[in-house]
């Protein structure tokens, strides 16, 4: 898994939910393009027309706040005029009309974020799976190790398929990840893949 795009359609009053709900799915090497991070002025929405063309899956987060604006809908549309898999994000009680009517999505609890990431997580890993039934995706987040004067490259490698990380996560067990040039370990929440701690 390298080198996919992820497109995330929203309102402008939902901005900083997106931003938390998408904090760690930036850290792997998928680009994840958050519309009004991108977005400088109206004529920019050509451009985002070319992030949409280009995302390999388009996350449409439908919250009260998605009646303001007529760009999600344009924007989901856009995607499946592309043949681009679309996954709702919608908030409980909030229904929506159109092209993401009819498909499964992942639900947005405000109250539990950590389900919400972790059903996200499982959705993407899905969508971005690659084909073919010997192929196994393997996501992963590298990062320098944070000693001082080390800076050694660490990778966390998520081998495990989203059961067991939810397993590991009601039993209390984070993922962990070692520099091997200084051997401190990094702890990393297993639901939502949130770093929690460095030991040394």
Not at 29 to 40: D, K, N
Not at 59 to 74: G, K, N, P, R
Not at 137 to 143: G, L, M, T, V
Not at 165 to 194: N, Q
Request: proline share 4%.
């Amino acid at each position: 898994m390298t080198g996919e795009q992820v497109y995330v359609s929203h309102a402008s009053g939902d901005l900083s939910l997106v931003q938390d709900l998408f904090s760690t799915v930036k850290n792997f090497p998928v680009g994840v393009h958050i519309a009004l991070e991108e977005l400088e002025s109206v004529r920019d929405r050509t451009r985002l027309e070319g992030r949409v063309a280009n995302s390999d899956v388009v996350v449409a987060v439908l919250t009260e706040d998605m009646a303001e604006t007529t760009w999600i809908d344009q924007e989901i549309g856009y995607a499946v005029a592309k043949g681009i898999p679309v996954v709702p994000l919608r908030e409980e009680g909030v229904s929506h009309r159109g092209y993401a009517s009819d498909v499964e999505g992942v639900t947005l609890d405000r109250s539990n974020l950590t389900v919400t990431i972790f059903n996200l997580l499982s959705r993407l890993r899905s969508e971005l799976a690659p084909l073919g039934s010997l192929s196994v995706p393997n996501w992963y987040i590298r990062f320098p190790c944070t000693v001082p004067d080390c800076g050694h490259p660490v990778t966390l490698a998520l081998e495990e398929g989203q059961a067991k990380l939810w397993k590991r996560y009601t039993h209390g067990r984070h993922l962990t990840a070692s520099c091997e040039a200084c051997g401190s370990t990094y702890c990393f929440d297993p639901a939502t893949i949130g770093f929690r701690g460095r030991k040394e």
